[in-house]
């Protein structure tokens, strides 16, 4: 690795499993925001780059999280901001010291914009060609929509995915932005093993790289299910909004309490013990319409309708009783405001408190359980805090810093 930035004795930086990995951000919105920040919480340094006029649009969604907005602190938490004016030639200079001493570049800029700047990765190959340069865009190189903005709405509308989410005549976005987080976390995957890579290969060799990651792309790889059936079928299933296309019975059902159930079945054992153990409906298990999946998949209105009728004369925790006594999956539906308090995530420490400019706020720990490591989780920033403190790790001093921001090449000094 290249001798990182010198890290600031402020607290930022944590040991973890990327300690000692510097990684710069060009970076907004959510897909290459959540690809830094995960690996931000297993340790390595972030720089985010941001434009000093307003910074990561994100920032300013909405005012709901002690006045910042709650898609930034959710995906920005553990980086450093500096400000830097990139349409100035000294913004650039800038840029490239702070690629001098990183291991790695992400962006996710408007199509074109990293060569217009002259930082496209063929272009930094060889001024730093032990730097893995991510680019993560809308729709890749080389095709008819490669010039186009995409945004999580878009690239899922592209893609298929809101034609089987929802019911049939009403298609829906996917609540969660699965292209931008999932590109976000393809993205940190590959940067993974590159790095394991070059690892193996030994110092002797070169341990830059170039990745690219699209929306579009990622859309595609989430949709196999969907692609494959259409393909060998000829047939676009239909959303079955809280069901499945492709599984049979498998669904949400009102309770007797005023609740509801999430009810499934993968296979056609389980559906022996629903039928048998929990409906005691013998007749449903010994007929033959619906001995398989896909017969059950065929008469799957019949099947919902009496899971519904036993299911509405039952509350919610006996039938839960009952079902997991038959070894059967089954879930509460929640709302948002259920998930904060759930005892699964209270009982099992999941949450913690991470800083703000504006003060502590709980997030939820990431994922990944890594025995003998907590992540990281370090500090929101605040619209270029660190940007002295990067500048001076890099090597410029008062005097080069105060010139900069003279030329407007970045931001006006932070005040908390």
Known sequence: MPASVEEPDDGTSAAGPLAGLTVVALEQAVSAPMCTRTLADLGARVIKVENPKGGDFARHYDDVVNGMAAHFVWVNRGKESITIDLKSAAGIA??????????????????????KMGIAPEDLADRHPDLIVVEIDGYGPGGPLSHKRAYDLLAQAESGACAITGS??????????????????YSAISILSLLVGHRRAGDHERRGGAIAISLF?????????????????????????????????YGAYPTADGQTVVLGTTNDREWQRLSSDILQ???????????TNSARVEYRDVLDEAISTWCSEHDLLDIQKAADAAGIGNARFNQPSDVIA?????????????????????????PPVIAGFEPVMGAIPGLGEHTDSVLAGVGLDTDDIAELRALGAVGPVFVR
């Open 342 to 366: 759930h005892p699964h995530l209270t009982e099992r420490d999941r949450w913690r408190n991470v800083d703000t400019p504006n003060g502590p706020i709980p997030a939820v720990l990431p």
């Open 281 to 291: 409906r013998e007749d449903l298990a010994a007929d033959p319409r619906f001995a």
């Open 217 to 249: 792309d990622t859309m595609a790889e989430l949709m196999g299910y969907a692609l494959n059936y259409t393909r060998h079928t000829g047939i676009d299933q239909q959303p079955r909004g809280m069901g499945s296309p492709a599984v049979a019975p």
């Open 94 to 115: 800038v840029l490239h010291q702070l690629l001098d001493r990183a291991d790695v570049l992400v962006s996710n800029l408007a199509p074109g914009s990293t060569a």
């Open 168 to 185: 049939p005549g009403a298609p829906a976005k996917p609540g969660p932005p699965m292209a931008d987080v999932c590109s976000g976390l």
